[in-house]
């Protein structure tokens, strides 16, 4: 995937710590810790992700300090 431009949440503290990275394609988008930018990615289609943020800035996102 060298290919790819990867992009850091721009909710990412100073440290660099705690942190996502996404790249985009034609086809995916592409999700990775950015402290283990080898490690392992989550690979999504275009439409999953759009329904992934949906369901996060909705109420069905939404956790409490539980996690329930």
Request: net charge positive; hydrophobic share 30%; with cysteine.
């Amino acid at each position: 995937m060298d290919h790819l431009t990867w992009k850091k949440s721009s909710r990412s503290g100073p440290n660099g710590g705690e942190c996502v990275e996404i790249a985009t394609d034609k086809v995916c988008v592409y999700v990775r810790d950015s402290k283990q930018p080898g490690g392992p990615m989550l690979t999504l289609s275009s439409r999953s992700w759009l329904r992934f943020v949906h369901d996060l800035c909705s109420d069905r996102g939404s956790l409490n300090a539980a996690g329930d």
